[in-house]
């Protein structure tokens, strides 16, 4: 995974927190649909709701295309989350844009690609989060299987999980991420949002998410 500016970084993580768009809660975790429990919970849709974050994350998605994935034809989103932040970049890049369902609809076409692009495009995906990294990769997988060049992945937020990491790197599939776990935290604590004996629980479940308690 490569990380972007610094600064980027850090502001992206203060306004995520700011607007709760990233929750933390070590007494009483959260749940995700994998089973895991977890101290955090992150939900990049609010972020569609502040229009100067809003902005800041197309602009900062926008220079990570421009920068790590030159010669771009397609931006497609990754179904749900990924979808309007992919189509905010394409407009901004003047690019086609299409979306990736999880699996092909059950009716009608059975598309899991929805839009119209020509098979051997250069092909960026844009996803909101990554955690273990299985959904984002499935829709890479996807638009390989379609006939596309799929170049690279752009995310909002990543937890930084071992297992993503190594999922991208066997994929072959390079992924840009304009905030992480890391920088979280550092604000977390500047900003007050949590106290040392909290962030211990924080580091320990990042260790090991799937048996943190």
Known sequence: MIKTEESTAEAIASKLLEIKAI??????????????????????????????????????????????????????GVATAGIPHGALVADLLHLPFVYVRSKPKDHGTGNQIEGKIDPGKKVVLIEDLVSTGGSSLKAAQALREAGFDVVGMAAIFSYGFDVAEKAFEQAGIKLVCLSDFSYLILEAVYKNYVNENQLDHLRNWRKDPANWK
């Open 23 to 76: 929750k933390l809660n070590v007494s009483t975790p959260f749940t995700w649909s994998s089973g895991w429990k977890s101290p955090i919970y992150c939900d990049n849709r609010l972020a569609l709701s502040y229009p100067e974050l809003r902005n800041i994350i197309k602009q900062s998605l926008t220079k990570v295309i421009r920068q790590y994935f030159p010669g771009t034809e397609v931006i497609a």
